[in-house]
């Protein structure tokens, strides 16, 4: 949410503290507050009217503004839609410091703007600062001196960006929430805006009445009749600055009051003009047939059934706390209105909010849920601000829910916060801490008081929650850590982290690399290893339609890795890795696990080049590992390979893969592949007894190794060239992958001797290399490549007298 | 050009036949369907031919390598099957196998294990797939609250399950708070750790994943306290990054906490501010608090008599810092180039 410092400072007078410190200070102990931005007024910019409004010669869409500052006349272009003459707007004389569109400042100068002299300009409210509105002027009330500073009206300001954490959301949502508790932090206290006292409730005024279909809908309703509001009267420029510096737009003194109170104290209302109204029968129902809305914003919503709806005589006037309608809406002739101001059921509003996909301020803020007594106290608000803006008349009240239920008191005992932080933290500052948050004390004894909270604070429910008041405000860095005696001794690590880690080392030795996949099945790949013919467990809402199955196997996910390292793993290299292997959970549908519907089953799955010898040797290593008795092996053909189904002592063990001709087309792989699965619960099952080693926190802290820093994967293709050379027999090999790097430089990324051969007797030898050359920059040309190995081989025939094959 | 294929297809085929061995295989395979081999060489040629000799030459050419290339794979299989299997030397290319390595992920839990367990924590792990009641309902978050109803929750079809209903992809750990008291039969005292997969239904970027790991903590006694758990943590991560850390907390919220904070970790990488740190300083790490009464029922241990803390925190996170990897989509990757940088 953003906050305004200049209003925060005016709600907490003698608040000293800058935006910046304000932030941290509600981010160590509040809620997290960064500022998002600052602007300043130039005294330079001055308040001026127009006096007359010229089409500009050259540009059809610009005009030339000729404005008055009371003393002088100057004429300036001006392209903006929405200035009339007689208007009152804010003017910027050449060398004034505006704001450009990424928030810059700029100086500004005479400008030629198609021919004409422009002098300076008059300002839209993001040239001042103020919002991103560029639509227009900024229009000032017409009773602004002319001639003045508008620096004296609107004060430079701090915006800060609160993110108010859900359990305060009830509250802080508001600028006077965040005064209170920003009073409470620094000792100050609040300063409540102006009300003015409602009259006593009725149930109907002047035949306005208000109710209530579902009670459950709304735990209070209030409607406030106004009549003779005057035309022609408009919202004050610091009203008006705020508004647009927290995000909204000034539209009428009205309107803007509702959204000026609902920044203010956290509550919503909205105001109906009853000239457009059917009726005077307004009434919070449930939507039931097919409604289609057409709201403020211009857009047409359709609520879903349930949804709250504000109706007037049967006609739907506004989608129940979150917006208004066009055929009810309150503009500048509108003379008496009717406003609703209500507390709705959180979750319907969070419901409704979400059927038709629209997120207002005020449906933020009901979703949250808020306490009916901020509705009284903001009815007061408003009356006070809509009279004294237009000159209105209140009429009466309607309140569906007048008495308002003192929150239950809750038991406290002041020694639990000491016992909760693991340091004292005495009653004295419990009871100053809840007494600056606005709780009211009684002390039963000594040690259990009983708490009553503060009516808008909905998040305090019990003894923890006031722990938790006092925490936090007394300041979480206060607490120092303990000291070792809580530590408790060392343990083990579970059997399987024990056993798994084995199986790893073991793998990994092997030449086995591990990889992680998804627990979504991937359509394309399982449909390889005829996986589709399981049932799967699904989901409803999957990241993608060919991602809506869990996998059933580990196969799938295990040829998507080896078919992306293909090409690695077909380089002609020696220490390439050639096999991958994963630890991972497979899912099935049973009723026998521990979740009902769904048997998570953990298996060892691998892939690898090579041959069934390559199968039989994991097995083997499996065997040898788990001390177990050889495994019974049958042999099943399948459409993608031969399938070796292991068990031990009569049971299921683990599978074995050598993939068809076939699959292996399809993976393009051009050397043969094997894969297996093997039960984790099976080899752990007959896991040897093992004493799993205590590490001690020492032994750990010894047994720490460098992380390797990740290198970026390379963002452009590698070419391979061979260089085959006939050099003397006694010239080292180093010698000549050496002179290959540096002439290379930085485009050789790698030099790997593939052939080395001589004849006894021969006094020369042939070797050959792959050179692999790379940019870290760009996709190298052939003609490129061939240059620098053309260069390589010169220099090979210089160095070691060699001849090129 | 015509004759030219046929003399080079007996030759080949002649030449296949009398491989004795993988490494006789390779050099054939070098010199003929090779990149730079003689059935390529010739195909290369063809570019300089007539439109009709083109065609014909271009159509019996390929078939000749199609064919030479599947009668080396044959060749292949049966040199293999035959040779005595010494594991990756099986393969077309006679080369030496080397060691593989691990997965990031792992040798950060691994880490996250060690140290923990050093510190007398008890390794607990359960399921991915969740019910209702333990990923919401038993940690303090009921039906109506907006953390239910947010769209990042993958939700299993009952129809594929035999109508078990609300089952629910984990999104976080918390779960394993209430599941590892019950299944392990805790007592208080007692302090477990259980890290695991969790899933959110979120777009993907390079720091968003759907699927990522977190760890879960949870310690119980009769007087396990805040100051308890800022030095189990501070120790905990200046032990990971072998760094002297310190750790601060600001007040935060989650539904099965109270008090509840974010914490955040002094750099270790700097003093006065890094790329790592976004030059604050500070990172962010995990989430925790002390454990709300109403969970601590839920796992039938009387609040009254009993207090502790609970966190969570991000493996991925962790690993990211500690290896500097900057795309946290990359440990999906199944790419050999990264998972053979990390041991």
């Known amino acids: ?805 | 050009m015509e004759q030219q294929l046929e003399e080079l297809s007996k030759k080949a085929n002649g030449e296949l036949s009398s491989c004795e061995d993988a490494q006789a295989l390779e050099a054939w395979r070098v010199a003929y369907i090779g990149r730079s081999g003689a059935v390529s060489e010739l195909l290369r040629g063809i570019k300089d031919l007539s439109d009709e000799d083109k065609r014909v030459i271009g159509k019996n050419g390929n078939a000749l390598r199609r064919e030479l290339e599947e009668r080396y794979q044959e060749k292949l299989h049966v040199l293999e099957k035959a040779s005595s299997g010494r594991g990756v030397q099986a393969t077309s290319y006679d080369l030496e196998a080397g060691v593989g390595h691990l997965h990031p992920l792992t040798l950060t839990m691994s880490r996250v294990h060690e140290i923990f367990a050093s510190l007398g924590f008890i390794i607990a792990d359960g399921p991915e797939v969740e019910e209702a009641k333990f990923n919401f309902d038993l940690l303090n978050i009921p039906a109506e609250h907006p953390a239910r109803g947010e769209g990042d929750t993958f939700m299993v079809d009952p129809l594929s399950v035999n109508g078990a209903e609300g089952l629910v992809l984990r999104t976080q750990t918390s779960p394993m708070q209430i599941r590892s008291v019950e299944a392990m039969r805790l007592h208080p005292p007692f302090s477990v750790i259980a890290p695991g997969r969790v899933f959110r239904k979120e777009k993907v970027d390079a720091t968003h994943e759907s699927t990522f790991y977190q760890f879960e903590g949870l310690s119980v006694s009769e007087t396990t306290s805040i100051a308890d758990f800022k030095f189990i943590i501070e120790t905990f991560f200046s032990t990971f990054f072998n760094a002297e850390v310190t750790i601060r907390l600001r007040p935060s919220y989650f539904p099965f906490v109270e008090p509840g904070f974010e914490v955040d970790m002094s750099c270790p990488f700097c003093k006065t501010g890094c790329k790592v740190c976004k030059y604050s300083k500070w990172i962010e790490v995990m989430g925790a608090g002390m454990v709300h009464p109403n969970v601590l029922k839920n796992m039938n241990i009387d609040p009254e008599k009993y207090q502790g803390f609970a966190f969570g925190g991000a493996i991925d996170r962790l690993a990211m810092i500690q290896y500097g990897i900057n795309d946290i989509r990359l440990f999906w990757s199944g790419d050999v180039r990264f998972l053979r940088q990390f041991s």
């Open chain 1, 1 to 805: 949410m953003k906050l305004s410092t200049n209003w925060i400072k005016e709600l907490v007078p003698g608040l000293q503290l800058s935006g910046l410190e304000i932030a941290e200070l509600l981010t160590n102990h509040s809620f997290e507050t960064v500022v998002e931005h600052q602007y300043v007024i130039d005294p330079a910019i001055t308040v001026a009217q127009i006096l007359k409004l010229e089409q500009h010669p050259n540009a059809d869409r610009l005009r030339l503004a000729t404005i008055t500052d009371g003393e002088n006349e100057i004429r300036v272009v001006c392209g903006a839609p929405n200035i009339s003459e007689g208007d009152v707007v804010p003017y910027s004389p050449p060398g004034t410091k505006v704001y450009d569109e990424d928030g810059k400042l700029f100086e500004l100068s005479v400008a030629k703007i198609r021919g004409v002299e422009s002098p300076g300009m008059l300002n839209s409210a993001r040239e001042l600062g103020l919002s991103n509105d560029h639509g227009g002027i900024f229009l000032l009330p017409k009773d602004t001196p002319l001639g003045t500073k508008l620096s004296e009206y609107i004060a430079g300001d701090t915006l800060l960006e609160a993110d108010i954490l859900p359990d305060r959301a009830h509250d802080c949502l508001s600028h006077i929430g965040v005064a209170r508790e920003v009073a409470a932090l620094t000792k100050l206290s609040v300063q409540e805006p102006e009300t003015m006292e409602l009259p006593e409730a009725s149930e109907q005024v002047d035949g306005w009445n208000v109710r209530i279909e579902n009670p459950a809908s709304a735990s209070r309703v209030m409607g406030i009749v106004f009549e003779g509001a005057q035309e022609g009267a408009e919202t004050p420029i610091v009203m008006q600055a705020r508004l647009l510096s927290l995000g909204a737009r000034p539209i009428n003194p009205i309107v803007d009051c509702t959204n000026y109170v609902m920044f203010e104290y956290g509550q919503p209302s909205h105001a109906y003009d009853q000239a457009k109204l059917q009726g005077k029968n307004i009434a919070v129902t449930e939507t039931k047939s097919e409604v289609l809305f057409s709201a403020l914003n211009g857009k047409l919503y359709q609520p879903a059934h349930g949804d709250l709806l504000i109706e007037c005589e049967g006609e739907t006037i506004g989608l129940a706390g979150i917006v208004g309608g066009t055929s009810s809406q309150v503009d500048n002739a509108t003379n008496n209105i009717f406003l609703e101001v209500a507390t709705f059921n959180a979750f319907a509003i969070q419901q409704a909010s979400a059927h038709i996909g629209l997120r207002t301020e005020a449906a933020s803020r009901f979703s949250k849920g808020i306490s009916p007594v901020v509705a009284g106290v903001a009815s007061s608000r408003l009356a006070q601000l809509i009279i004294s803006l237009t000159g209105a008349q209140m009429r009466g009240v309607i309140d569906t829910n007048p008495e308002m239920q003192t929150p239950k008191p809750i038991m406290f005992r002041p020694a639990r916060v000491s016992a909760y932080a693991g340091t004292e933290i005495s009653a004295d500052i419990s009871e100053d801490i809840l007494m600056r948050l606005g709780f009211s004390i009684e002390k039963a004894s000594e040690d259990q008081w009983e708490i009553i909270a503060p009516a808008q604070r909905l998040d305090i429910l019990g003894e923890h929650d006031l722990i938790d008041e006092v925490v936090r405000v007394h300041g979480l860095s206060v607490i120092a850590e303990s000291d070792i005696a809580m530590q408790a001794p060392a343990v083990a690590v579970s059997d399987e982290v024990y056993w798994m880690h084995q199986v790893r080392e073991k793998l990994v030795e092997l030449g086995f690399t591990e990889t992680y996949s998804y627990s979504f099945e991937d359509e394309v790949f399982a449909t390889l290893v005829n996986s589709e013919i399981h049932p799967h467990v699904e989901l409803l809402n999957p990241m993608a339609p060919e991602l809506k199955k869990l996998r059933y196997s580990m196969l799938p996910g295990l040829l998507s890795a080896m078919i992306t390292s293909r090409d690695e793993m077909h380089r002609d290299k020696n220490g390439v890795e050639r096999a991958l292997f994963e630890i991972g959970r497979v899912y099935h549908v049973g009723d026998t696990g521990v979740v009902p519907g769904v048997i998570e089953r953990k298996v060892i799955a691998g892939i690898s080049v090579g041959s069934e010898d390559r199968l039989q040797e994991v097995m083997d290593a499996f065997v040898a590992q788990y001390n177990l008795a050889p495994l019974d092996v049958r042999e099943v053909e399948k459409p993608f390979g031969k399938c070796l189904q292991y068990s031990y002592a009569g049971e299921f063990f683990g599978i074995g893969y050598v993939f068809s001709a076939e699959l292996l087309k399809k993976m393009k792989y051009r050397m043969p592949v094997v894969a297996f699965e093997v039960s984790v619960a099976a080899l752990m099952k007959h896991a040897p007894d093992v004493e799993i080693p205590v590490r001690s926190l020492q032994e750990v802290r010894d047994n720490f190794k460098m992380p390797n820093q990740f290198m970026e994967l390379p963002k452009f293709p590698s070419v391979f060239r061979d260089i085959s050379i006939l050099v003397p027999s006694d010239t080292g090999v180093d010698a000549v992958e050496s002179a290959i790097d540096q002439v290379g430089g930085e485009l050789v990324v790698d030099v790997d001797v593939f052939d080395e051969f001589s004849q006894d007797g021969d006094d020369t030898k042939s070797l050959a290399f792959h050179v692999e050359y790379r940019s870290p920059d760009r996709t190298l040309t052939d003609k490129e490549i061939s240059e620098i190995h053309k260069k390589i081989e010169h220099a090979l025939k210089h160095q070691f007298s060699a001849e090129i094959r």
